[in-house]
């Protein structure tokens, strides 16, 4: 099984090319490792007995600076098998449930989980505002209270993330108009809230940055 356009690394694809700089080059080989534990079972990471919510140093059972050797195979609810792939700065183990990827997991290299960043719109955060999850308006991400800006280098360029109670989130650049871009691509100030607009939409949420 082959799994493309991985939230963090699609993103990250997509920032780049739309800040001006050249695309990376990433040697993908994906392994699946498939439990049988809950086969021929409908269960949701959302809809089951559990809900699971990232936080700033963990997703259910799965902890940040845990050792990749020491994750559970399956956690009920939340995934039954494991992906791996290659990037050009960590492994990638992205978590599925049901053949639905949930989650990735970053190891930079140190056979640790390093940074956590959701995949798809399963799981969220849950804020005071309500859950926050990838897809929904970036604008809601802009309203917590406490939310700040953090401009990310990239080499010869960089990007606007914003940071809540320890978590990453970032903007889906998919479709956003010439000036957005350039002005998540400006490092003097983040984009305004009123050039964002209620069309664009969150696009990555982690514990931290996969690089």
């Avoid at 992906?83 to 140190?110: E, G, I, K, W």
């Amino acid at each position: 099984m082959r799994l493309k356009n991985l939230t963090a690394i699609g993103l990250m694809s997509v920032v780049i090319a739309s800040c001006g700089t050249k695309g990376l080059k990433e040697d993908r080989q994906d392994s699946m490792d498939m439990s049988d534990s809950t086969a021929g079972t409908e269960v949701s990471a959302v809809l089951g007995d559990s809900v699971f919510y990232i936080t700033a140093d963990s997703i259910g059972a799965v902890h940040v600076g845990e050792k990749i050797s020491a994750l559970p195979p399956v956690v009920d609810y939340l995934y039954d098998a494991m992906v791996t792939t290659p990037t050009p700065d960590a492994m990638a183990y992205t978590f599925l449930l049901n053949n639905v990827p949930q989650f990735t997991v970053y190891d930079f290299m140190r056979g640790e989980v390093d940074v956590i960043a959701l995949e798809g719109n399963e799981l969220s955060v849950n804020t005071p505002d309500g859950e926050l999850r990838v897809g929904d308006s970036f604008k809601r991400v802009l309203g917590l209270k406490g939310v700040e800006s953090e401009w990310i280098d990239l080499d010869d360029t960089g990007v606007w993330y914003w940071k809540w109670n320890g978590l990453y989130f970032g903007v889906d650049e998919t479709n956003l108009s010439d000036e957005q871009g350039e002005a998540l691509c400006d490092g003097k100030l983040p984009p305004r809230a009123s050039l964002l607009g209620d069309e664009v939409k969150i696009g990555y949420i982690a514990t931290g940055l996969p690089f």
